[in-house]
C-alpha cells in the first residue's frame, strides 16, 4: 500500500472553511475509490472514481461534498463548509483493473480532518 | 444492504497465544478481504477469500470463508506483539463471481493488543 500517496496526512479547518484532500493512486492504477472512518464507525465508502469520471458516487453526502479525478493530477475529494461532524479518517484507494477477482485494494495512509 | 458483524470487539492476549476473530454477514459472502490497520496509519491487505470453504495462510494467519454459515474467521498462531492492531473485514457485494470493483462494506473492526 506505500504506492497510493494521500496528502494532507492532517488537516485542521475551522467550521464553514474548505477542506481539499488529495489522493495520487498507484503508478498505473485509473481506478480511485474514497473512504471515511468516522471516529468510533466503521469504514465506509464515499465514491468511486475513474479518471474524469465519477462510476459510483451513492456514499457521499448529498450536500457539500464533492469530488474529482482529472486527466492529469491526483484525485481530490472537497468538503465545503466543514462541519465538526466533517472530522474524520479519508482513505484513498485505488485498483489496476475493475475486474479484482484475484486482486486487491490499495489503501493509502489517509487524510485525518479535525474541524475546529 | 449488506452488514458484517465482526466479533469479539476488542481482545487482550498475551504473546505466544493464539486466537480467533469472526465475521459475519447478513448476507451470503461471496468475497471476503481482511484488512489490518495500525493507529493512525492506513489499511494493509491481508487476505482474500472467495469460495466457500476456502482457506489461505500468510505466515501465521489463516482466514477460512464458511459460505454456509456466512462466516469468516481469522485465526492467529503463536500471536506476537507486531500483530497488534485493527482488524478489519469487508466484503464486496457485487462480487458473486462475476465482475466487481472497489465498493467494500466494512466490519467495525476488531482491536487485538498482545503484551508481551
Known amino acids: 500500500n506505500a504506492g497510493v500517496m494521500q496528502n494532507p496526512r492532517h488537516l485542521v479547518r475551522r467550521r464553514g472553511q474548505e477542506a481539499r484532500l488529495r489522493c495520487s493512486p498507484m503508478?498505473?492504477?485509473?481506478?480511485v475509490y474514497w473512504y471515511r472512518q468516522l471516529p468510533e464507525e466503521g469504514l465506509k465508502f464515499m465514491v468511486y472514481?475513474?479518471?474524469?469520471?465519477?462510476?459510483?458516487e451513492s456514499g457521499m453526502p448529498k450536500e457539500r461534498f464533492s469530488a474529482e479525478f482529472p486527466k492529469e493530477g491526483p484525485s481530490i475529494l472537497r468538503i465545503q463548509q466543514v462541519v465538526r461532524g466533517d472530522s474524520a479518517a479519508y482513505f484513498c484507494a485505488s485498483s489496476p483493473i475493475r475486474i479484482r477477482q484475484d486482486g486487491e485494494l490499495f489503501f493509502g495512509e489517509g487524510s485525518r480532518l479535525t474541524v475546529l | 444492504s449488506q452488514e458484517l458483524e465482526q466479533s469479539p470487539q476488542s481482545l487482550i492476549v498475551q504473546e505466544g497465544k493464539n486466537l480467533t476473530i469472526n465475521c459475519t454477514s447478513s448476507k451470503t459472502l461471496y468475497g471476503l478481504y481482511w484488512y489490518k490497520q495500525k493507529y493512525g496509519e492506513g489499511l494493509i491487505f491481508l487476505m482474500m477469500l472467495q469460495k466457500g470453504g476456502e482457506e489461505k495462510s500468510h505466515e501465521k494467519i489463516t482466514a477460512k470463508l464458511d459460505e454456509k454459515k456466512q462466516q469468516s474467521s481469522l485465526h492467529i498462531t503463536a500471536s506476537q506483539p507486531s500483530h497488534a492492531g485493527i482488524y478489519l473485514c469487508?466484503?464486496?457485494?457485487?462480487?458473486?463471481?462475476?465482475?466487481?470493483?472497489?465498493?467494500?462494506?466494512f466490519g467495525q473492526g476488531t482491536i487485538l493488543t498482545v503484551h508481551p
Open positions: 472514481l475513474q479518471k474524469e469520471n465519477i462510476i459510483d
Open positions: 503508478k498505473g492504477h485509473s481506478h
Open positions: 469487508g466484503a464486496d457485494p457485487s462480487n458473486a463471481g462475476g465482475t466487481s470493483y472497489g465498493k467494500l462494506t
